[in-house]
């Protein structure tokens, strides 16, 4: 079956950088996209970019631009997103998701979210 | 704000329907892009609910059922049940700022 496994939480300071893994099983790595979304306490979704693993395009939201990098590791069958110049609004549980087949912008398989807290 | 605008909160005795839309623009809904449903049970992640406005994927109930008409779309839940209770959020495309969500709106089974 279809698995998305996270690395576990994080605690940084101001400044510094994480990095989140996502391991991919139950299905072809590279055949589907994976999205980062994260999720601020209280609050909705907020997309943060992709990465084909085939191909190894990206794509990041403009608020995240410079900040964010997503690479993969087609070996390991694990995506990483790395996001720099840590500030205290990034505290948050972040997600790597894969989008399903067909063309659509949509997330069939969610993995169980990372969170990162940001602390001086 | 979000881009796509939910009501924050819905409520409903069991056995009721519910209905919660999700209302965009014309650089998204309007603009022809499919909308998604997800259902998170609070300190867990989403689960796809609806995708393509109005499929269900499988193991999802027939109660749960998706429209989209212009710039809106609805979610509508009938046989309400305790475990329903949730948060639900939409999801598009916008042309300007690619993956968009809606604010999300939390159920409430009465």
């Known amino acids: 079956q279809v698995q998305l496994l996270q690395s576990g939480a994080e605690v940084k300071i101001p400044g510094a950088s994480v990095k989140v893994s996502c391991k991919a099983s139950g299905y072809t790595f590279t055949s589907y996209v994976i999205h980062w979304v994260r999720q601020a306490p209280g609050q909705t979704l907020e997309w943060m970019g992709w990465?084909?693993?085939?191909?190894?395009?990206?794509k990041f939201s403009q608020k995240f631009q410079g900040r964010v990098t997503i690479t993969r590791d087609t070996s390991a069958t694990t995506a990483y997103m790395e996001l720099s110049n840590l500030r205290s609004e990034d505290t948050a549980v972040y997600y790597c998701?894969?989008?399903?087949?067909?063309?659509?912008?949509?997330?069939?398989?969610w993995g169980q979210g990372t969170l990162v807290t940001v602390s001086s | 704000q979000s881009v796509l605008t939910q009501p924050p909160s819905v409520s409903g005795a069991p056995g009721q329907r519910i209905t919660i839309s999700c209302t965009g623009r014309s650089s998204n809904i309007g603009a022809g892009y499919d909308v998604h449903w997800y259902q998170q049970v609070p300190g867990t992640a989403p689960k796809l609910l609806i995708y393509g406005n109005t499929n269900r994927p499988s193991g999802v109930p027939d109660r749960v059922s998706g429209s989209k008409s212009g710039t809106s779309a609805s979610l509508a839940i009938t046989g309400l049940q305790a475990e329903d209770e949730a948060d639900y959020y939409c999801q598009s495309y916008d042309s300007r700022l690619s993956v968009v969500f809606g604010g999300g709106t939390k159920l409430t089974v009465l």
């Open positions: 990465i084909n693993p085939g191909n190894l395009n990206t």
């Open positions: 998701a894969r989008m399903s087949f067909g063309g659509m912008i949509v997330f069939d398989y």
